[in-house]
């Protein structure tokens, strides 16, 4: 059903990378998301006060809170496909985050409210009737907010979005609320112990879980992620396959909403090959990613590849710092050569998480350079890189 009803209102559905097309599924999945939720707040509201159930109003009262979510999400896509403007030159793309931790918010101020008012049930408990319209009344919500669940889950993966996901898991958690509330009232009813406010609470307490993890998630790309594995290996390597590269190091990435990334790297050049003949690479590089949809700067690094006695030390500090460990790798490597002293200027890319400080490795692979010869200084800046480098072929000017 979901695959026809987009088919039928998301014009061009198919073009995915449009970021058109990706708001134009989020406005569709917005406005479903309002109607259905709508049509559930009234049923169950009507229920809810022909039966006397707290726990089924404050289901209802959460359905119609989903209802206003929908409505942040439409309004957040509406409001993400603005283009870039003097104020935000990146464009506004990361308004749909924010309406993702809106939502989340939402959930978990829901889950409180429930839970105090499922609290004051429990020492003041009221008769729960039970009947097959209520029953009925109820598991169709169930399965309406299965598919809805469904529905949110499977645009949200297409077109990657952090509001629908987090609406995807309010569905599925909505399913297990109402699922307790039937089973609740059921037993209420047959058995003749109460269990509604009893039932609420516990239903308070795993949306307020479900509402913190959502908070957590949509929190993320604002603060700031690291890119996924599989993009910084494409940048790498789609650099790295041009004639003339001969190293990499420093990529940074920043997203500014799904689709929308822009990155910074350094690239190592011969120093020998007219500086010209470099700028042009380099611009063509810069053009082919642009044409792909990442705005990359590139920052060319010189590297002298013909100085035979700074190729052979090269190589030197760099097995010695790999004896430390096979993940840390070299880069900007040059020496001022000296009378009594030389020093040795390179940067160190390790991964964020290592055994050992910043200042410890320098220290540590200061300790390894002066094992080689005493009259050696060291200036190392240390760098963090997204993923271990010897995942990659790298040229010959990076080690």
């Known amino acids: 059903m979901t695959a026809w009803l987009i088919r039928l209102f998301v014009k061009d559905y ?11 599924y989020g406005l569709f999945a917005g406005g479903v998301g309002m109607a259905s939720n709508l049509l559930l707040f009234l049923l169950k509201l009507g229920v809810g006060i022909a039966f006397h159930s707290l726990a089924i109003i404050a289901d209802a009262v959460n359905n119609l809170a989903d209802s206003g979510s929908s409505l942040v999400a439409f309004v957040g896509f509406r409001l993400a496909g603005k283009p870039a403007d003097a104020e935000h030159p ?11 931790l809106i ?3 939402a959930v978990v101020f829901l889950g409180l409210q429930l839970a105090v008012s499922s609290g ?20 169709l919500s169930i399965i309406l907010k299965l598919w ?10 297409l077109v990657e979005s952090a509001a629908l996901k987090a609406a995807a898991a309010d569905s599925r ?5 109402t699922g307790a509330v039937l089973v609740a009232a059921a037993i209420s009813y047959f058995s003749g112990f109460n269990l509604d406010g009893i039932m609420g609470v516990v239903v308070a307490l795993f949306i307020l879980a479900t509402g913190v993890k959502l908070v957590i998630e949509t929190s993320n790309p604002l603060l700031g992620v690291a890119p996924e594995a599989e993009l910084v290996e494409d940048i790498y390597a789609k650099i790295l396959s041009y004639q003339g590269i001969l190293g990499i190091h420093d990529l940074h990435v920043h997203s500014y909403g799904p689709g929308r990334h822009f990155a910074s790297v350094h690239c190592e050049v011969s120093s020998g090959e007219d500086i010209m003949v470099s700028h042009d690479l380099i611009d063509n590089i810069e053009r082919d990613f642009l044409a792909e949809g990442l705005h990359l700067v590139i920052h060319l690094d010189p590297v002298d590849i013909d100085d035979e006695r700074t190729n052979a030390l090269r190589e030197e ?4 710092v790999q004896s430390i460990s096979p993940v840390l790798h070299i880069h900007d490597f040059r020496v001022v050569w000296g009378v009594t002293h030389s020093n040795l200027i390179f940067d160190i890319e390790t991964p964020f998480q290592f055994e050992y400080r910043d200042a410890e490795l320098r220290e540590l692979v200061a300790a390894k350079i002066r094992g080689l010869n005493p009259a050696y200084n060291t200036v190392i800046t240390i760098d963090h890189g997204y993923v271990p480098r010897e995942t990659f072929t790298l040229g010959s000017g990076e080690e």
Do not use: C
């Open 317 to 320: 500090v760099a097995a010695a």
């Open 90 to 100: 990146f464009g506004h793309a990361r308004i749909e985050y924010v309406s993702g």
């Open 173 to 177: 958690s909505d399913v297990l609320a």
């Open 148 to 157: 809805q669940g469904r529905f949110y889950r499977r645009i949200g993966t």
């Open 120 to 139: 004051k049930k429990i020492f003041r408990p009221e008769p729960v009737e039970f009947g097959w319209v209520l029953a009925a009344a109820l598991f």
């Open 14 to 24: 198919k073009n995915i990378a449009s970021n058109q097309v990706r708001e134009r």
């Open 103 to 105: 939502i989340s918010f």
